[in-house]
């Protein structure tokens, strides 16, 4: 096997995450297949990069030689890449951008903004914007990607009192310091007439989570309803989100739903009394990138702006609590 640049970011993220776990949730990959690959990298390099420690694996001597040569190069390559991106809004061709958020539907109002402002800050003559859009519940895999250089940008839903915590190159900057967590019930759930629920009234329901979140999705909830006085039963984990939705409406459980969902068809959002699940929204990037993060900012903030109006509770929470940070 030959030695290929993405092997040089599997060997930073096992290093960065210090774990083999945590650096698969980065990249992107199932556990076994990135052990496989780092198997095989070792063989090509003819020794062991990492060795087992207490708390997960670190690099070996060797490995720690390797690793200073694969940063280096992965830095160099990005710089590279910056300058191409650059040299192709001067000559004509799209310039392209890769952007990451949790599955909401923030990103489908930010690409056309975030295209609109592109052209007008560029004029007329400009090459266009030619955005790729990935999402992740995750937020540590979405900044695992764009530390890794596999996104540009990305808008991270980092749940308070579980941050995912900085990483290496990655820049981070705050837009939204409190977003709360709401609930989804069935239109017909003998709660759905309430303006604001108590987590407690909740404690004799079937709960469902997506297991691919951060923590399972299941660390902030099952800490909130302790707070509560009570265990959370978690009776489906389902990541897909029209299923999800037809198990909420159908009635065999409820479900945390982000503030910005919409209501209809069977299914009601409702804010939970005390916000006691709050996120905060943070746009992160590493430099050089293809687009000025401050036009990406304001597309992120104009976007969600957007879309507070989509239930008839978040305006009401916003006009009390709500409001966008400043640029850091």
């Not at 992965?74 to 710089?79: C, F, I, K, L, S």
């Not at 090459?127 to 540590?140: E, G």
């Amino acid at each position: 096997m030959e030695l290929e640049f993405r092997h040089l970011r599997i060997v930073i993220a096992v290093a960065d995450e210090g774990s083999i776990t945590k650096a698969a949730a980065a990249l992107g990959l199932s556990q076994p297949s990135l052990t496989s690959q780092l198997q095989r990298i070792e063989r090509t390099m003819g020794a062991p990069l990492f060795e087992r420690a207490r708390t997960g694996v670190v690099p070996t001597s060797f490995g720690r030689t390797v690793l200073a040569r694969a940063r280096s190069v992965v830095t160099e390559m990005a710089d590279l890449r910056g300058e191409a991106s650059a040299h192709a809004a001067t000559d004509g061709r799209p310039v392209e951008v890769r952007i990451g958020g949790r599955p909401s539907p923030l990103l489908s109002v930010v690409v056309p903004r975030l295209v609109a402002a592109h052209a007008a800050e560029r004029g007329p003559d400009a090459p266009p914007l030619s955005v790729q859009v990935h999402t992740d519940p995750s937020a540590a895999a979405l900044q695992g990607r764009v530390r890794a250089g596999r996104l540009d940008a990305a808008v991270l839903s980092d749940v308070i009192g579980f941050e995912i915590g900085p990483a290496e190159g990655v820049r981070r900057d705050l837009v939204v310091p409190v977003e709360p967590e709401f609930v989804a019930l069935a239109e017909r759930h003998p709660l759905a007439d309430r303006a604001m629920i108590d987590l407690a009234d909740l404690a004799g329901e079937n709960w469902m989570i997506d297991p691919q979140e951060d923590h399972g999705g299941l660390g902030p909830l099952r800490a909130a309803c302790r707070a509560a006085g009570f265990e959370p039963r978690i009776t489906h984990e389902i990541s897909d989100s029209t299923s999800a939705r037809e198990f909420v409406v159908s009635g065999q459980c409820v479900s945390l739903a982000q503030a910005t969902s919409s209501e209809g068809r069977g299914l009601v959002i409702r804010p939970l009394r005390g916000d006691p699940i709050r996120n905060r929204l943070e746009l992160a990037w590493k430099e050089p990138g293809p687009i000025d993060p401050a036009v990406l900012r304001a597309a992120v903030l104009d976007g969600y702006a957007s879309l507070i109006d989509r239930n008839p509770s978040y305006p009401r929470w916003w006009a009390r609590h709500g409001g966008f940070a400043a640029a850091g």
